[in-house]
């Protein structure tokens, strides 16, 4: 492997920012200082270097629904949007609720253009009866559970599957939802559902929940994940639950910040999402809740879906958005934060949660793995849904201009993204 030089940037990570080249050699960084050479380099002007971006939350729909993507495209959509390291979703066909489908899972990662690291189910099959058998899938590195698409219902069956994860040194990451207060629901209940007469979901269908669940957190001592949140009151409930010293922590997908209810009256399902798109007091409450470390993480959600089936009417189209590639724009242009704080939220904090800081997102610095991404911050760009890289064009952020690009992105010393073009 030959040396690397990525030159001329500014280095961000946990420990602050300077101006450096990093020299990359086998795989790790070799050096970290100014005017640096090496055989191979990559032009990094004007650019943050930053450990490699870490999404909690994605859907590779592998196995199963290869026609809305797979491990392989997803992970070269992830690479293009900055991130090392992506955690997979168990909701897929059949579910990753055993050791042979996470098995399935890491060896379709083999060589992707990302780290492919797994969220194994909390229940067999996902249905939220039977807990799954999380002891063998952690002996394979699972690290995080959840069933999301839907919430564990049962509270009992919640406590004992806390309780368990606590034993195996695992965390239970939640999609909050109360089916019954949602059944039946497409779009935030609110003005909006009012006016297009499309039946709504409240907000108390994720409140309750996370309610429910800081209660058990409480109890149990085991850590809990909060998925996508999207409503004030989930914000204001967790920044309580922490100010108490509950073991809680959670993340806020990009259109949760971006988008409102108010996109719906387009009928387009594009915006049909779940948890769905909200008031702008629950956007601005995201906002605040990122911006003061109530949440820790931006996850994307990606959720891809082919076309035919985002052309089906409102109410019976799959909920999803793509945000592999547009998930660290999104941020450094919608979050008014400073560029330090939104690689925090992309990068090591959601790192530390999935617990894969020994490789993804630590400092820049000899010795540690080389995953990085370097990226324009003033780089603007319009969203082209048919030039993503992801199988399926299901952005609700279509002829958007966003300011922020990749430029590379660095996998263990291997640059998988070049000039903003992916290698593999
Ligand atoms: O919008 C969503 N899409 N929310 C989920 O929880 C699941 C996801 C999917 O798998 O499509």
Redesign the pocket.
């Known amino acids: 492997m030959k040396e690397l030089v990525v030159k001329g940037g500014t280095v961000v990570d946990a420990t602050g920012s300077r101006r450096a080249d990093v020299l990359i050699r086998n795989g790790a960084v070799a050096g970290v200082g100014e005017g640096l050479d090496g055989e191979r380099v990559l032009d990094a002007s004007g650019c943050i270097v930053a450990p490699g971006l870490v999404d909690l939350h994605a859907?590779l729909r592998q196995p199963g629904r290869e026609e809305a993507e797979t491990v392989e495209t997803a992970a070269r959509a992830a690479a293009l949007g900055g991130y090392t390291a992506v955690v997979a979703?168990p909701?897929t066909d059949p579910p990753i609720d055993s050791a042979a489908v996470v098995r399935e899972v890491l060896d379709l990662g083999t060589g992707a253009a990302c780290d492919v690291r797994v969220a194994g189910a909390i229940t067999v099959g996902r249905r939220g009866d039977q807990l799954a058998p999380m002891a063998e899938m952690a002996a394979m590195g699972v690290r995080l559970f959840t069933d999301?698409?839907?919430g564990v219902q049962d509270a009992r069956l919640m406590r004992r599957a806390l309780e368990y994860a606590s034993a195996l040194g695992v965390t239970l990451a939640q999609?909050c939802e109360d089916e019954a207060l949602a059944a039946g629901g497409h779009m935030h209940e609110g003005e909006w559902s009012s006016r297009l007469g499309i039946p709504g979901i409240p907000a108390a269908a994720e409140e309750v929940m996370v309610a429910r669940d800081i209660a058990l957190a409480r109890l149990t001592g085991a850590p809990v994940h909060f998925?996508?949140l999207s409503t004030a009151g989930a914000v204001e409930l967790v920044r309580l639950a922490k100010a108490a010293g509950v073991p809680v922590t959670a993340e806020a997908a990009p259109h949760h910040f971006t988008l409102t209810h108010a996109e719906v009256a387009s009928y387009d399902p594009v915006f049909?999402?779940?948890?769905p798109l909200r008031t702008e007091a629950d956007v601005a409450a995201v906002k605040a809740g990122l911006a003061d470390g109530t949440l820790d993480a931006v996850a994307t959600?990606h959720?891809p879906?082919p076309q035919e089936d985002k052309e089906e009417p409102f109410d019976q189209a799959?909920?999803?958005?793509l945000g592999l590639e547009t998930a660290l724009p999104l941020a450094l242009t919608e979050l008014d934060l400073p560029v330090e704080r939104v690689v925090a939220l992309l990068s090591w904090q959601p790192a530390h949660i999935a617990a894969l800081d020994g490789e993804h997102g630590g400092p820049v610095v000899e010795g540690r793995p080389a995953n990085l991404c370097v990226f324009d911050p003033a780089e603007a760009w319009v969203v082209e849904p048919e030039r993503l890289a992801s199988r399926s064009r299901n952005t609700p952020y279509a002829g958007r201009k966003l300011t922020g690009r990749v430029r590379h992105t660095i996998l263990r010393g291997e640059p998988v993204v070049v000039d903003g073009e992916a290698q593999r």
Request: glycine share 10%.
């Open positions: 859907h979703m909701n999301d698409g839907s999609h998925l996508h049909k999402v779940n948890p959600d959720a879906h799959p909920p999803g958005m």
